[in-house]
């Protein structure tokens, strides 16, 4: 059965470093998402990605945040000066047409020092 | 902003027994999903429900949408120690992107 793959399972960084986040989302898939869940907490959008543009980012997406989708298969996010708040899960999802549902990576733990 | 409140928070009960959780918001919603999420893994979709007064099962798991698209509920009958795990439903909101705003989720306990 086809899912969405995220690498790396667990990543430790410090604190000012940056950091880049992968996915392999579902192949016939045409709308890219990030999420993110603190500890805790619900899981909040993070961005929405369809034909190679962003299409809509939260106001947690700030500057620090990028996303690209450099070859067909891949889609990342970048980090780019790790803050301790930044620490949570963070989920890529694809969708395909008609976009009624939403597949879940199994996430990065992401956690800053 | 599209806020989705799912109640209880918590549950546990014996197994063997019926429950529903709800999922309710103040804002109307194209479509609604249920994930069930297990510690330090990703949602798992379970369910899509598009038609307002829309009733779906997937075995003993019965999930309806309301009649405005402004709530919803999981019921599990006869839950087994198996349906542990915490319950999200998350609304997507008819924008051209898709986005799901989700709700905080319910943490179910089925004991032996």
Redesign the interface.
Known sequence: EPEVTQTPSHQVTQMGQEVILRCVPISNHLYFYWYRQILGQKVEFLVSFYNNEISEKSEIFDDQFSVERPDGSNFTLKIRSTKLEDSAMYFCASTGTGALEAFFGQGTRLTVV | TQLLEQSPQFLSIQEGENLTVYCNSSSVFS?L?W?RQEP??????LV?V?TGGEVKKLKRLTFQFGDARKDSSLHITAAQPGDTGLY?C?G?GG???????????TLLTVNP
């Not at chain 2, 330090?40 to 979709?45: I, K, R």
Request: no cysteine.
């Open positions: 479509s999903q994930y330090g893994e990703g949602p798992v979709l899509t598009v999200l998350a997507e924008g051209s992107n898709y986005k799901l705003t989700f709700g905080k989720g």
